[in-house]
Each structure stands twice: as structure tokens, then as C-alpha cells.
């Protein structure tokens, strides 16, 4: 599969999730959060055998198996669990949290987009798009922390920013919780 047709495949799943009420920015904010993990995993396997960045019980595989509720609260759970933690890893997770509020589109995402491949060896191979090759493997692919680049910071600023335009995290009363942030 080529990068045109990853891109097709990922964005064919916004459709589904937009109407599910995701914005763009949810949806590439989760979708991001979902291959960092999946990344992370993969990088610990053959051929990379590189130390965990995720602790096992906030990892990739702790999804894979569950549904519904189970699946949404222990999603949910990762990324509190990884937004406390230290060092860039806490930063790039802080305030995460789960947007798509139906488990059987989350459970898609997951296994039927994300899952199926191998992201971090496709990353690592170099880009193939019409720019032509890369020759820089993927940031986890390189085995640095993952933020070296100062990349995950300003996704970080960036979904901060967006939640405070788009009324989160800034005095805005949340219907679907009833609370007051």
C-alpha cells in the first residue's frame, strides 16, 4: 500500500466519525494518539527490539482485545495513565482525552485501519511520496525520546489552542459531562 492510499484509507474513516460528530482536528487528534501507540508498540518487535516508551499496561495491545464500555475506559485510561507520566511522554499525552464516544467506531479505527499495518517499518523505509524518499526514519524509529524534535510540544499547544477556540478547557460548561472546566 502506498502512501496515497494510506491517506484515503484515513481520511475514509473521518467520514464515518464526522458524522458520528467529530470534528477534523478530533479525528487527526485521535488518530495521531492511536498510531503513536500502535508506533510505540511496534518498536519494541522484531526487527527494532528498542526498550518500551509505553509502559505495557498503557500499551497498544491492551486495546486489541476489548469492546464497548471495556474498550472506551481502558482507552481512556491510557491516555490519562500516559498524560501523568514524566518527561516528554506526559507532555504529549497531557489533558488527552477520548473523543469518539461510540465504541464500535473506536473499535474500527483500531483494528481495521491502524492495526492491519505496519507503520513504524513503513515510516523507517522512508517516505513515498511524489517528494521523494526520506532518509529520516520515523523519531521513534530512531530510538530518541519522542519529542526530540519539538514536535509532540506543539501538537500539544496546537490541541490546547483548538480547545481553547473551540470552547474546551476555557470556562465552557460540557453537556455531555455537566461539568464546568
Known sequence: MDTSQIGKRAWSYAGVL??????NVEYVEQLTMLLFLKMADQ???APYHREPVVPAELGWKTL????????EAQYQKVLDGLGVRPGMLGVI???????????????????????KDDWASR???????????SSRPSVLARG????????????????NRDRRRFG?????VHEDRGTLE
Open 18 to 23: 464526522m458524522s458520528a460528530g467529530l470534528s
Open 43 to 45: 518498536l519494541t518487535e
Open 64 to 71: 486489541l482485545k476489548l469492546d464497548g464500555p471495556a474498550l
Open 93 to 115: 499525552f497531557k489533558d488527552a482525552r477520548n473523543d469518539i464516544r461510540n465504541p464500535a467506531l473506536l473499535k474500527q479505527l483500531i483494528v481495521n485501519l491502524i492495526d
Open 123 to 133: 515510516r523507517a523505509r522512508g517516505n513515498t511520496s511524489r517528494r521523494g524518499p
Open 144 to 159: 530518541h525520546e519522542p519529542d526530540r524534535y519539538g514536535l509532540a510540544a506543539a501538537a500539544g499547544r496546537a490541541r
Open 168 to 172: 474546551h478547557g476555557s470556562g465552557a
